[in-house]
């Protein structure tokens, strides 16, 4: 046996572990504290408190109450915190809103006009003057007049602005007015001759031309489903729903229209004309006139009325000045085209009427106030509305426009039935004086 194998044999059997020497250094230094604090203490005079377990368990609960109050302050300010930030997110995007929607009409006029090309752009300018800058209208530009409601149909406009320049226009006459009545009014000019009708004769002269049908020549058909006046004036016969049937049968009803009252909806023109002084009652407007016969009416009284209409399968506009009268192709949803206070009489029968949202009907009954010189009449002949529409409605929007009436009548519509309480309103109406 060697020297190593003593050494072995001297050793203890269980060899200690790192762990264990850690831990003994440990309670070493841990035993070294708590001495130096004991003597600190005693030289001091110090004496560590005795604390009961219960004082401690209070306190702690106490500690835990005020951690949980305070946990649930914390929630209660993030959600608030949260709040504020959803609100202040949704004040900025509306600002943002605001600022888009006040600065994108010009900004997307602008882009509209950069994509547009052709005739098309063009007519919608602007167009610098040659002279320069035009005081009157406070611009060195000049914009054509055009419909603002045009820029949702631009494919409709483009087409409608597809043509040869200085030839024929297309024969587009159902498709241009169904633009028109989608908002797209005015159209815009265009740089082409409408299409000319064959053998085209002279009118008959004034009075005849009144009540005369005139000849097939005087008009193209294109447009419409009747190709001759003949088969116009028979359409009273024929089923079906068409604008104004008997309009163009001159020598029957139209002839004998407004020359008698029945002292209820039908009122005669002469006793209109007599609610005001003898001559005072001189120019004037008949709104969705048909065939222009109230015009003629007038003429006859040395009274020069307007009529506007439009074409519903049949050359209305056409028709009226073949009587010598003035047509205007126009429809109830466009600013009347006259002046201020300008007009004694404006008339419309069966045309205004509860069809009309109650909003633009009443911008039209505004409109015609405006155009009405003081002590004006506006005689609303045969106003179609529902029972319940009458006094809820109509009659408040009547007082609203500040109308004087001179004469009033309702009643009953009653030829599809008594059970559809459908009714009529006939009355004159006055644009006071003052």
Request: glycine fraction near 6%; aromatic fraction near 10%.
């Amino acid at each position: 046996m060697g020297i190593e194998d003593e050494h072995r044999r001297l050793k203890p059997s269980h060899a200690k572990s790192p762990m264990s020497s850690k831990l003994k250094i440990l309670l070493l230094v841990v035993s070294t504290n708590l001495l130096s604090v004991y003597t600190f203490a005693r030289s001091s005079g110090w004496v560590a408190p005795t604390v009961d377990s219960s004082t401690l368990l209070r306190e702690l609960n106490a500690t835990q109450r005020q951690l949980s109050d305070s946990q649930s302050q914390v929630s209660q300010l993030s959600k608030l915190l949260a709040n504020a930030n959803s609100l202040l997110e949704t004040t900025l995007t509306e600002i943002g809103k605001a600022h888009r929607e006040e600065a994108s009409p010009d900004e997307d006029l602008e882009k509209w006009d950069r994509q547009l090309t052709g005739e098309l752009k063009l007519v919608v300018g602007p167009h610098e003057f040659p002279l320069g800058y035009n005081h009157n209208i406070d611009s060195d530009e000049l914009y054509p007049v055009l419909g603002a409601a045009c820029r949702r149909h631009e494919e409709e406009l483009v087409k409608y602005m597809s043509y040869e320049v200085g030839g024929e226009c297309p024969s587009d006459e159902v498709f241009s007015q169904r633009l028109m009545l989608q908002g797209c009014e005015p159209l815009p000019r265009r740089r082409c001759h409408p299409k000319s009708p064959v053998g085209y004769v002279e009118p008959a002269p004034l009075p005849e031309s009144l009540w005369t049908i005139p000849a097939d020549t005087s008009i193209t058909w294109d447009a419409y489903t009747c190709k001759n006046y003949s088969c116009l004036m028979n359409r009273r016969k024929v089923q079906g729903s068409y604008d104004c049937k008997d309009c163009f049968y001159l020598s029957r009803r139209e002839k004998h229209r407004w020359l008698y009252g029945n002292g209820e909806l039908a009122y005669a023109m002469d006793e209109v004309l007599a609610m005001k002084p003898a001559g005072t009652i001189r120019v004037g407007l008949d709104i969705g006139g048909g065939s222009g016969t109230f015009a003629a009416r007038m003429w006859e009284r040395n009274v020069t009325v307007v009529t506007s209409s439009m074409n519903f399968d049949g050359p209305f506009n056409n028709f009226i000045a073949s009587r010598g009268l003035v047509a205007m192709h126009i429809s109830v949803a466009h600013r009347l085209p006259f002046y201020d206070n300008t007009l004694d009489l404006v008339h419309s029968m069966h045309v205004l009427s509860n069809w009309i949202p109650d909003a633009m009907l009443e911008f039209a009954l505004f409109d015609i106030y405006r155009v009405l010189r003081p002590g004006g009449v506006f005689w609303l002949d045969h106003f179609f509305c529902l029972g319940h529409q009458l006094n809820a409605t109509y009659a408040p929007m009547f007082e609203r426009i500040g109308f004087r009436k001179l004469r009033w009548n309702a009643g009953r519509k009653v030829d599809r039935g008594i059970g559809k309480n459908e009714w009529y309103i006939s009355t004159v109406l006055e644009k006071p004086m003052t």
